[in-house]
C-alpha cells in the first residue's frame, strides 16, 4: 500500500498543477485600458453590481462571458440601438 502511494502521489501532485496552471492562467492577464472602455461604454446594471461588489477582475470576466455568448447581439446592433435613443 505504501509503495502504490509512493508510485502514485508525485504523478498525481503534477496532475494537479498543470490543471491549477489552466485555471490560474486567466487571472493572470492583464484587464488592457481598451477593455476597460469597452466596459464601461457597454456594462448592464448586473456588470456594475459585480464591479462594485467584487472588483474589476470579477466584472470583466463576466462581461468577456456575456460578450463571448452566442445569444448577444452583435456590437453593430448595439451601437445603432444606442443612436436611435
Known amino acids: 500500500m505504501v509503495a502504490l ?3 502514485l502521489f508525485p504523478p498525481l501532485v503534477i496532475a494537479f498543477l ?10 493572470r492577464r492583464p ?20 464591479l462594485a461588489s467584487s472588483g474589476i477582475r470579477r466584472a ?4 468577456r462571458r456575456r460578450r463571448s455568448s452566442p445569444t448577444v447581439p452583435a456590437r453593430e446592433a448595439i451601437t445603432a440601438q444606442r443612436s436611435a435613443d
Open 60 to 63: 470583466m470576466d463576466r462581461w
Open 31 to 50: 484587464t488592457s485600458q481598451r477593455q476597460v472602455e469597452e466596459f464601461l461604454a457597454s456594462a448592464t446594471p448586473g456588470d456594475v453590481d459585480a
Open 5 to 7: 502511494v509512493v508510485i
Open 18 to 27: 498543470l490543471i491549477m496552471e489552466r485555471v490560474e492562467e486567466p487571472l
